[in-house]
C-alpha cells in the first residue's frame, strides 16, 4: 500500500524568500504524484502533478516540484514566497492501475513572515 | 460555474441524529469520494463511487452510508452521529484511470455535540 511522509509540520518562511516543502513517498510502482494547497476553511487545490516523463514539473502559481525515483521524494518549491501563499499543503501519492486512491501526507502549514 | 458543490458548508447537530450531506459535480467525472479530514487536518479516504458503483469502501463504521443516484451525484448519509464523527467532509471527484487528481469541493464541517 502506498504512504506519504511529509517530515515538516510546519514552516516559517520571510515573504521574498525562496520555499521547499518535503515529501517523500512509499509505492512499489512509478507512482502518480500531487501537491494540494489548502486554505483556511477552503477546499483543497491541485497545485502540479507528476505521472512520468520530465521530473521537474511546473504547477499553478508558481511552484514547481522534482521527482527523484532514488530518493522516493517530490519536494515542493517556490523561488520567491508571497504572503498569500499561507495554506496548508498537502502531498499525495496514487497508484498507477486501477481505480485512484489518493493517499495524503499529515501536510505542512507555511507560514509566511513580513 | 463548473465545480464540486457541497451543500450544507456548516452543520451543527446533536448526538444520536441522522443526517446527510450532499454532493454535486458538473465536470463529467465518472468517479466522485468522500474524504474525512479530523482535526489534526490528516485526509483519510471513506468511499469511491464509479459510475454509481462502489468501488472503495474503507473501514468505516455502517453508520456511514453513502449513495449515488447517478455519476454526478454523491450523497453521504450518517445516522446515530456520535462525537467522533465531527469533521470537515470532502467530496471530490476525477476521470477514472487518467490518474487526474482529484477535484475538491469546499468542504462540510460538521460539529457533534
Known amino acids: 500500500a502506498q504512504s506519504v511522509t511529509q517530515p515538516d509540520i510546519h514552516i516559517t518562511v520571510s515573504e521574498g524568500a525562496s520555499l521547499e516543502l518535503r515529501c517523500n513517498y512509499s509505492?512499489?510502482?512509478?507512482?502518480?504524484l500531487f501537491w494540494y494547497v489548502q486554505s483556511p476553511g477552503q477546499g483543497l487545490q491541485l497545485l502540479l502533478k507528476y505521472f512520468s516523463g520530465d521530473t521537474l514539473v511546473q504547477g499553478i502559481k508558481g511552484f514547481e516540484a522534482e521527482f527523484k525515483r532514488s530518493q522516493s521524494s517530490f519536494n515542493l518549491r517556490k523561488p520567491s514566497v508571497h504572503w498569500s501563499d499561507a495554506a496548508e499543503y498537502f502531498c499525495?501519492?496514487?497508484?498507477?492501475?486501477?481505480?485512484?486512491?489518493?493517499?495524503f501526507g499529515t501536510g505542512t502549514r507555511l507560514l509566511v513572515s513580513p | 460555474d463548473t465545480a464540486v458543490s457541497q451543500t450544507p458548508k456548516y452543520l451543527v447537530t446533536q448526538m444520536g441524529n441522522d443526517k446527510s450531506i450532499k454532493c454535486e459535480q458538473n465536470?463529467?467525472?465518472?468517479?466522485m469520494y468522500w474524504y474525512k479530514q479530523d482535526s489534526k487536518k490528516f485526509l483519510k479516504i471513506m468511499f469511491s463511487y464509479n459510475n454509481k458503483e462502489l468501488i472503495i469502501n474503507e473501514t468505516v463504521p455502517n453508520r456511514f452510508s453513502p449513495k449515488s443516484p447517478d455519476k454526478a451525484h454523491l450523497n453521504l448519509h450518517i445516522n446515530s452521529l456520535e462525537l467522533g464523527d465531527s469533521a470537515v467532509y470532502f467530496c471530490?471527484?476525477?476521470?477514472?484511470?487518467?490518474?487526474?487528481?482529484?477535484?475538491f469541493g469546499s468542504g462540510t464541517r460538521l460539529t457533534v455535540v
Open positions: 465536470l463529467g467525472h465518472d468517479t
Open positions: 499525495a501519492v496514487g497508484q498507477n492501475t486501477g481505480f485512484q486512491k489518493l493517499v
Open positions: 509505492y512499489g510502482a512509478t507512482p502518480y
Open positions: 471530490a471527484s476525477s476521470h477514472t484511470h487518467d490518474g487526474g487528481g482529484y477535484t
